[in-house]
């Protein structure tokens, strides 16, 4: 799976900086067979990333490039901290909740330093220290392998570890947010261990800025039908605020 995982991001690279690709050349570059190889460009194309023409495949938009945490740390500060602030209003004395690691989620750990009676679960390695001495919070750490690029935790011990809790509720930072594909992010272990949160949590909400709309990374995380809430900035857009609420989902703008 991991294989199929890198030769689909290489695919997706030599899109991006090609415009279109060929399954020859693909078959020769990547010593698979044409059917694997056109089974990686409907992958694809499932997730709006291209669009299959005869022979090959090209480039339908270009994915977000991703950024260190240092990097996304210093982009949309205000409507980050907003965010946080109105995310932490839902948290209710004995919540047992998840933070997913973030530059958003981080903004939400801020505001919760006040919090009493609070069990935190997090993979973020930032987060994990901005609640360590918070006296009201009980703080769990998943286990596994850090990824520095992000400051989070991730692999198998990390999703091991959940099994063994259930959550009354998930807030959870994205690279991508998509009406058709759902919520998405850069890398692949990371996309695997926020879908077991989703499966451990009662209430999943979602924390973007509207930066994040309308882009798609490689991993998917879960469909938007499974989302309960969805916290952003006012600069969302009318197709975004009238999607989001068609589907359902409780739409919260931090202004």
Known sequence: MRNTSQRRESILELLVSQASVQVNDLVEQFGVSAVTIRSDLSALEAQGLATRSHGGAILNRIPPAEHSIR????????QKERIGAMAARLVQPGDNIIIDSGTTTISLARHLRGANEVTVMTNGLNIAWELADAPGVDLILTGGLLRKQSLSIQGSQAEASLQAYNFDKL?????????QFGVTTHHEAEASLNHKMVERAKKIIVLTDASKFGR???HRIVQLERVHTIITDA???????EGIQKLGIELLIAE
């Open 216 to 218: 798609v990374s490689l």
């Open 235 to 241: 600069s969302i857009s009318p197709e975004y605020r």
């Open 71 to 78: 990097q996304k740390d210093s982009i949309n500060q205000e």
């Open 171 to 179: 807030f959870l930072g994205v690279d991508g947010l998509d009406l």
